[in-house]
């Protein structure tokens, strides 16, 4: 997801020696010194990478930080710090010409935004690339969205954003530990904090994912995240996302975020043989804490096994 020119360079070679893997799509990373110039680098990547081994055809942003270092940007306070929120790293009217530009360019586009006044930044930009360009269809798309503003909720399905969200990153999964997030989140805002089904009920579209090396690549643990979370108090809603959903969101979301269903996702004649064999059936597990010590016994990438597990 911090892609370049090199990245993929680097991937073609592993590929034209037999050894890629798997499938790997690099978007530009557009930091805030480069110009709109810049963006001629994203085309020339879609037009050197676009099959189903090797493609880019989207653009990475980076809206804000992180809430536990307090970089996250808010709408509200942070606790204990009076007129501190952190900041956009690109300006409301800097992001919104932007995403116009990439979208008329027929570019994706893939936003980290964390903090709710980040999402509502990014959404307002989204917004403004609709507004003059139309419905493109593109299906860009929001990275994280670990807090969000309630009025915006709504905006997410309304504008066909796709919400790119990483289980094993809310507080108290994974390992990970409730502090400093929720004390830096602020008790009355924990109801909007990881809300997945907030997010979900209007009808946005969901990609799960890992964000790994942030947190752990593997997909059953991220699974194991999604369905075992505990809300953190009894006025808190249960955002768990049932197993049906969670496996969903991490096959057929992430293709569809990718816009790549049509021959990857999910298992149907006519599709690339890419999938998975376990060592139990998942959608059959009553014990939800047993899917994180699951196995994968082979794994088969266009009809071709590139893993499988020493008995």
């Known amino acids: 997801m911090d892609g370049n020119v090199y990245t993929l360079e680097l991937l073609e070679a592993l590929r034209t020696e037999g050894e890629l893997s798997a499938r790997v799509r690099v978007p530009f990373h557009f930091v805030p010194d480069m110009t709109a110039d810049d963006l001629r680098t994203a085309l020339e990547m879609r037009e050197r990478w676009s099959d189903e081994w ?9 809206m804000d930080g992180v809430i536990d270092s307090r970089t996250a940007f808010m709408k509200h306070d942070y606790p204990g710090q009076p007129g501190y929120r952190a900041h956009g790293r690109f300006a409301a009217d800097t992001f919104a010409d932007l995403a116009t530009r990439i979208d008329a360019m027929g570019l994706q586009i893939a936003v980290h935004a964390i903090g709710d006044a980040a999402v509502a930044r990014v959404l307002d930009g989204y917004q403004a690339a609709r507004a003059a360009n139309g419905r493109s269809g593109l299906r ?14 709504a905006r997410i399905a309304e504008l066909d954003v796709v919400a790119s969200i990483q289980p094993p990153h809310a507080p108290g999964c994974g390992g990970l530990p409730l502090e400093p997030t929720l004390t830096n989140i602020g008790r009355e805002r924990w109801q909007d ?29 991220g699974i194991h995240a999604a369905v075992t979370r505990e809300a953190w108090a009894p006025d808190v809603p249960d955002h768990r996302f049932t197993l049906a959903d969670a496996v969903r969101g991490y096959t057929i979301g992430g293709a569809y975020a990718e816009r ?4 990857k996702g999910s298992l149907e004649i006519g599709k690339v043989a890419d999938l998975v064999v376990l060592d139990a059936d998942i959608l059959r597990i009553e014990d939800h804490d047993r899917i994180k010590d699951m196995k994968v016994m082979t794994t088969i990438c266009s009809g071709r096994i590139v893993f499988q597990h020493d008995a």
């Open 54 to 62: 090797l493609s880019s055809g989207f653009v990475k942003f980076f």
């Open 140 to 153: 860009h798309r929001i990275e994280h969205l670990e807090l969000v503003d309630d009025a915006d909720f």
């Open 260 to 263: 790549s269903e049509g021959y």
């Open 193 to 221: 904090a990881f809300a997945w089904q907030k997010i979900a009920s209007p009808g946005a579209a969901i990609a799960l994912a890992s964000d790994w090396p942030v947190s752990d690549i593997s997909v059953l643990k």
